[in-house]
């Protein structure tokens, strides 16, 4: 129902742009079709990975990787894949809903999705050529250790 909501308010919005400024609106839905295009190869292969990979991994092999029993290990295992992948945010979300549905640990999920969204190995050699190699560094090895910290903090608060 609030999805719906959603919709209807965005296609409220679009006909008053549209009221407004024929051309302009034309123009920014060109736009955001050239960017949705641009996007969709490579968000089309990271939600294929995702299927094919929880359709060969079992509860019970999540669950010995990174499940709640995992400790230290799962969330090491948990941090790095999540500092290597470059994921957006809104197909990392349900991804951790879906590795949670299926035996995986809440501190896991939680280093896994805060090293995604704050550790960039992949992006680092273009973030040092703007801010510097020891900034990039540094940011990345703090973002990293805060990880953790919000992990074991969420561990605490939900129960896990």
């Known amino acids: 129902m609030f999805t719906l909501l959603l919709y209807l ?7 008053i742009s549209f009221g407004k400024d024929r ?3 034309r123009l920014a839905l060109m736009k955001g079709w050239k960017a949705f295009t641009n996007i969709l ?4 292969v990271v939600l294929a990975l995702i299927g094919i990979m929880l359709t060969y991994l079992s509860p019970h092999t999540i669950a010995a990787l990174v499940g709640k029993n995992s400790g230290f ?5 948990s941090s790095i894949v999540g500092s290597v992948t470059l994921i957006p945010g809104f197909v990392a979300f349900p991804l951790a809903k879906s590795l949670l549905d299926r035996g995986a640990g809440i ?3 939680a280093v896994f999705v805060s090293t995604l969204m704050m550790v960039g190995v992949v992006t680092a050699p273009l973030e040092s050529r703007y801010f510097g190699k020891k900034e990039t560094i540094l940011r990345n090895s703090l ?13 605490m608060v939900v129960g896990a």
């Open 9 to 15: 308010l965005a296609l409220g919005g679009l006909l």
């Open 107 to 109: 501190m896991q999920m």
């Open 73 to 77: 290990p799962g969330m090491l295992a």
């Open 143 to 155: 973002s990293y250790v805060f990880s953790f910290i919000v992990a074991m903090i969420i561990g």
């Open 41 to 44: 190869p490579d968000f089309a």
């Open 23 to 25: 051309h302009k609106t």
